[in-house]
């Protein structure tokens, strides 16, 4: 058995913060000293990734306390138990299951009667052959003609996750001629949302995916209204073009008014859920469930590395171990997580919710309060497109934010211009590169404004290529990381009590039965 | 003479040091001491905008040391100074002259020997007839076609800015019939950036405007490469589909490969351009040059209350009071900017940049170091979104984010359904007054995990509509936030050396010339 204890009681993290302060990055990575780091400091991932923390506040000494942090904590065997079933998520009295839709990591888990690693792959293989028909133009419009277009509709867990993953994919397919149809999402409850997206769309060649665990998230079902309004508008009939991811036992589930039903349930959270039917369904539809499959690979390949007890070999582990240092013992309060790569736009949002949702909890996982702070606030964009945006601040303004790098090797089109003597992702890469050594080096100047302080921490991930195994592989990464850092804390990391006062109070606007400030707020707005 | 002083070199800062902890939301916002507040608490803005807040943590005690504050740092004086001409950023000895744009809040100013009101008016009546001819027909592509897409090439100020206004404007805009050509943007120096738009683009019928002020912007001329490529694959003349806004010193002025060329100067720094030809170029192409025209109406009429001397009449000084009163008294480093707005989803981006590089600094104007923290971290997401997102580490998180929502109280394009009862709006809307109430208050309950502590402050701008108007005073507003906490900082909020040492050593990647952690990181991407 496993214990959960709070960090603050573990040895090993004490003896972390004698270290405050030892490790100066203007000294450990000048010269000869810093080359070396950077050939050292690096572990391999799945899908042709490798995480670099050479320019991170460690040495061989931190890490050492932090491997022995690792062991304390026990979280190797804190995901074994959770793979292997446990009812990690306890607030809820739920299992954790969202690694069995990319594969088996430990033994059979049973819930409600059936094997769960059965259940995620056979609404797989549904959906898998459900988009095989419509893109052979055997499932079609009333007119028999082929959709061209596939719309998701869903909002946080069921939008951010799917909607960065498509981006990311969108090119990196078009290029390999797997790019079936174009993707679009709704999830506000703007009615803006809905108007914008629709006046893009030829309704009648668009399948409508309505994803919504319960199936009676409200903000999904208007915009579903919204659809469903347009199609009848344009005389079609709604149920051959609504598509619904739900669990079995929401009222979504078993509706004839859906041309089909994909299936996920309450052991996958929200944010957890791309690789489930909340992102297998649209993304099969975009790409062809080939690319889902692939995508699918790269997380369970990294998930298995995510799953070793070294966390020298063990990516996802360390980047956990290194963050809680910055956060807990250094003090930083915000990391920016910065892509060089357009096609990972949203990617930062998508994680921002992945990790503020999981970790930004104030209570431990048995409802005490903690002596520590917990989850971080994490924001970013693309490189080098944040280079000439707020980049300043991180360079040189009087608060340190550590930051995460993403690069890679190769674009996904391979279609480059050469000006200047270097193409376009050479340009991009000596960027990432450039910046990692300003951070960490800084510069004196005699103008005192520009001068650079640098001791600023950051840290790589570099793949050859954003394919779809790469690209599973850095969520998978991001996703375990999380998951370790709230073993750390000892938070529940599934659970999201946090976004249940703002419902009931909106539900007693909706309803007129308001006082105090809340009805004059609704005044404000004429409710 | 205004007299420019550190911050904790004023009085009137010591006298609010003694405040802190003395005002409870969880206290002043119950009951009707709360609704008191509302209706107390809130100034008008131009484009039927109001800035309200009732849930900061100020009382009448506070804000009039705030008042005497803002008195001591001669804000208003300043503020007087930067736009009668002074050279208020003295790092680059430069005047800084964007509210010129808009309209002539003060004397004549005076500089290359032209009156700097006349030149970027003329600019505008330049880009208007320009823009007219085109959708007239008059101007067109090589066959007599019209042109029916504006695709803008560059980065930072010249692409954050202009992109945030027109998917702010887009919606509104073909609601109202005025949407005159679609808008894309190209920015990134990754070419999936490029290669992914153009995909999108009818090339023949598309003109492009490339924007650097300095004509040098290594990404802008990069990009520009791989459209003229495009543009000359398609074989087509690429100087009849091509235009430069830029500065007229620049190696892109009077360069016979445009179509036209626009101009701004060094007065205007790239991330208050939007209301420059930056903006204005493919703003008026897009939307036509009334709608811009609206849009700076908008921003001049908010420039106009920001000139005031009584901050409680004052938003845009009020705000920036507050938020420095949050940030150094109160000790908090991040705030989240959270418009209920589906068109407002990139401009929380532009407002990251805005505020991060103006004020991210670590010397004051006079290049000396400072004693106490300045420019924040600023991050956020449309609403309802972000509620299903990142939310809950507001609510339930270690940390205390002081939040800035933006709401209307009608949807752009009025359309609507009613589902349970209620307008999307309506859901819209009270589930932005839920929040802050949520946040201000919290709630007691005997299970930790659902406990809210409340305390948790926030303010929120209403308008009626988010209309051309709307947008400009909203942007202004924030500018001129900015501007005034740069002035209580003592920093300048107009330059940005922060940016020149990554340029550096990514130039010494490309020339090969690198040597210890710069050459290895180089290794790992093959450079």
Sequence with gaps: MVAWKNLDTLDSYQALQETKGSVKLTEVMAGESGAERVRKYAVPMAGGLSYHY????????????????????????????????AVINLTENRH????????????????????????????????????????????????????????????????????????????????????KMEAKFISNVDPDDPVGVLRGVDVEHALFIVVSKSGTTLETLTNESFVKDALEKAGLDVSKHMLAVTSETSPMAKNSGYLAAFFMDDYIGGRYSTASAVGGAVLSLAFGPEVFASFLDGMAAEDKLSAGDDPMKNPAMLDALISVYERNVLGYPVTALLPYSQALSRFPAHLQQASMESNGKSVNRFGESMNYVTGEVIFGEPGTNGQHSFYQLLHQGTDIIPLQFIGFRKSQNEKDVEVKGSTSQTKLNANVAAQMVAFACG????????????????????????????????????ENKFMYQGFLWNVN??????????KVLANRVLDHNTDGALKEFAALFGI
């Design 54 to 85: 050479a320019a991170k506040k460690v040495d061989d000494v931190i890490l050492e306390k932090l491997a022995a942090l690792a062991k304390e904590a026990q979280l190797c065997e804190k995901f074994e138990e959770l793979y292997n079933g």
């Design 96 to 179: 954790v299951l969202h690694h069995l839709c990319r594969g088996q990591l430990g033994k059979q888990v049973m819930a409600d009667g059936v094997d769960k690693r059965e259940f995620y792959k056979g609404e797989q293989d549904k959906i898998a052959a459900f988009a095989n028909k419509v893109h052979a133009g055997e499932i079609t419009n009333e007119k028999g003609e082929k959709f061209n277009t596939v719309v998701q509709i869903g909002i946080g867990g069921s939008d951010l996750g799917p909607r960065a993953i498509y981006l990311a994919l969108e090119n990196w397919a078009a290029t390999h001629n797997t790019l």
């Design 443 to 478: 510069k004196t100047d005699e103008n005192p404004a520009k001068c650079f302080a640098g001791d600023r921490p950051s840290s790589i991930i570099i793949g050859d290529q954003l394919t779809p195994e790469a690209c599973g592989a850095l969520l998978a990464h991001y």
């Design 493 to 502: 990391s599934f659970d999201q009590e946090g976004v249940q006062l703002g």
